[in-house]
């Protein structure tokens, strides 16, 4: 049976928890593979909106929910949002969490904010949720992981000797030293709520495969937030390209199927960095307003612009995606001429790859290409063939351009407001 990886095609907020949800309708286990609580998915059933940050979006389904071990964990953030999503009346007896995930302290928290404010050259636009110290710490091999939790003496020693490097550090910033003892306490205190939820998850996933489940990935944030392929440095501390799924989940490449990325019909991006085909006139306003482009986690509104082409061909490459899912077609009803980036044009040079350095990112001018849009209300069509021919031709000239088949499509905020064109698992 299929394992499928589903991956952010753009700068984040592409939807992927709408088509995770919608494709968990198929899967027997969903798997969290990076990111922290800095992200959110928001999915709306009915009348009901269930608001996800650590928790695979497989949750609304019923599903075996996995945090992996790629996942930098918050355990109050993560108790807060088990407490509501059970409060909605969802099972959160089957979320499973990696023994070896690192755990966000609080004073990552106040480490986040200090080194934002005096981030030379500008500041990245973090959520300040503490998530990069904590993958700092695990990179510099003094972090606490999830497992620590339950085991006393092996967190108290493991306190003493990160605060050794965190207190020199805080100190600097002009923050108060944490102390070992009153961490361990706050610590002890929230793991009996994290310890039933604490397993192998790698031997749990590769088990699901062995046993012929289908198993599905979800990475949080996209391809060009890749700490080595985004847009550096305006990017997040982690990987949530397709290769991201296996370091994060503990499965091999060799066990991975395909790979489904997620872009709007447009692009966004929160927080700073090059975007170049960023409108800052009454069309960007339009998307925002209309798109309802505010972040989940946040509520900070979005940077919205139109489709770059130049970009999803990057994701497609970098990700060796199998195809693409479309969300938010409908916000684009009303709007004419419609217009793809295909190229930029640097320095009067025309390219067709995105460069690596942002300086000549952001001196990128966009090579549009116009296409006719249409006013027809999109939002309660269920078959691709109902469309206008308008929105068809969008969607078959974006499809060429980024040179891999539209997979779904999304017209509206509701699971019923989807579309699919073929089968992930079955194509």
């Not at 610590?187 to 604490?198: F, G």
């Not at 505010?294 to 195809?323: E, H, K, M």
């Amino acid at each position: 049976m299929p394992t499928v990886v589903v991956v952010g095609a753009q700068w984040g907020d592409e939807g992927k928890g709408k088509v995770t949800d919608y494709l968990s309708a198929e899967a027997d286990t969903v798997v969290r593979y990076q990111g922290g609580h800095n992200t959110g998915a928001t999915v709306v059933v009915g009348d009901r909106e269930y608001r996800l940050h650590l928790v695979p979006a497989g949750i609304i389904h019923g599903k075996k929910c996995v945090v992996g071990n790629g996942v930098a964990l918050d355990p109050w953030a993560f108790v807060e949002e088990r407490t509501q999503l059970a409060a909605q009346g969802l099972n959160v007896d089957r979320i499973y969490i990696s023994d070896t995930a690192h755990v966000i302290l609080p004073f990552h928290r106040l480490m986040d904010a200090a080194e934002e404010e005096r981030r030379v050259g500008g500041k990245i636009g973090t959520t300040l949720r503490g998530v990069g110290p904590a993958y700092q710490d695990k990179a510099a091999r003094i972090g606490i992981r999830v497992g620590d939790l339950v085991r006393p003496a092996s967190l108290r020693a493991r306190l003493a000797a990160n605060l050794v490097h965190t207190n020199a550090l805080l100190t600097t910033y002009g923050i108060a030293p944490a102390e070992t003892e009153v961490l361990a306490r706050e610590l002890e205190q929230i793991a009996p709520q994290i310890a039933p939820h604490i397993s192998d998850t790698a031997t749990l996933i590769n088990d699901a495969i062995d046993a012929g489940e289908r198993v599905l990935f979800e990475g949080a944030q996209g391809t060009l937030l890749d700490i080595d392929h985004g847009t550096y440095p305006f990017v997040t501390s982690s990987h949530p390209t397709a290769g991201g799924a296996c370091i994060g989940s503990g499965v091999g490449p060799s066990r991975i199927d395909r790979v489904v990325g997620v872009s709007k019909a447009y692009s966004t991006r929160v927080g700073d960095g090059p975007f170049p085909t960023e409108l800052g006139d009454a069309t960007g306003e339009r998307l925002l307003r209309q798109g309802r482009e505010f972040g989940t986690t946040t509520g900070r509104p979005r940077r919205c612009g139109w489709l770059d082409a130049v970009a999803l061909r990057y994701a497609v490459q970098i990700n060796g995606l199998s195809g693409v899912c479309i969300t938010k077609l409908d916000t684009l009803t009303g709007i004419s001429p419609l217009r793809i980036a295909t190229a930029y044009q640097l320095d009067g040079s025309d390219l067709l790859r995105m460069p690596h350095d942002v300086e000549s990112l952001a001196r990128c001018v966009p090579i549009y290409e116009e296409i006719e849009g249409w006013d027809e209300d999109i939002s309660g069509v269920r078959s691709p063939q109902d469309l206008p021919p308008n929105a068809q031709e969008y969607l078959r000239r974006l499809q060429a351009l980024v040179g891999v088949p539209v997979l779904l499509v999304s017209v509206g905020a509701e699971r019923a407001e989807t579309m699919a064109l073929r089968s992930v698992f079955s194509m």
